[in-house]
């Protein structure tokens, strides 16, 4: 079995709803859900000119490939009416790879770890909650370490909504 870290987000709509959806599609297609981060709130990230998301992170295991599991995903979204339209732009789900056990993956449409995971609070915040000693493979330091070194200055505010 491979153990994945999934970061899912949501500003459109019925965020919770999306979250939990998306959560339930996981299990049923993707792998068994181990570990779930609390629910988070932030103001929008790269396109700030949107609705505050919904984040949080979740841990599987699975017994998907990595591109699987990517492929997977991406059905999901698509199920749940995702459109991209805009790079950074509203979603109704967003559902990203952080980490894949302790692979690196370089293609052209997946790049594991996550090539932005350090740079964002919103993804490290609920990943250090789940997950604090976990290494990442290329950058050789916790993700604790990655969150206290991170000079996102987005706040993260926990969310009053568990899954």
Not at 21 to 34: F, L, P, Q, V
Not at 56 to 85: F, K
Not at 120 to 127: D, E, H, K, S, Y
Request: with cysteine; charged share 20%; aromatic share 8%.
């Amino acid at each position: 079995m491979n153990t994945s870290y999934l970061s899912l987000g949501s500003n459109e709509g019925d965020r919770v709803l999306w979250i939990s959806k998306a959560i339930d599609r996981i299990a049923e297609s993707c792998g068994h859900i181990i570990r779930k981060s609390s629910l988070f709130e932030t103001a929008a990230w790269g396109i700030n000119a949107q609705p505050d998301f919904l984040n949080m992170v979740i841990t599987i295991q699975t017994s998907q490939t990595a591109h699987q599991l990517l492929e997977s995903i991406l059905h999901i979204e698509i199920l749940l009416g995702r459109h991209r339209d805009i790079k950074w732009g509203p979603r109704i789900i967003d559902i990203d790879i952080l980490f894949f056990n302790d692979e690196v993956v370089n293609l052209p449409d997946l790049i594991i770890p996550h090539p932005y995971l350090h740079l964002r609070r919103f993804t490290l915040v609920p990943l250090t909650e789940i997950a604090p000693d976990y290494i990442h493979p290329i950058l050789n330091k916790s993700t604790a370490s990655l969150l206290s070194e991170c000079q996102d200055s987005l706040e993260v505010h926990l969310f009053n909504q568990t899954f």
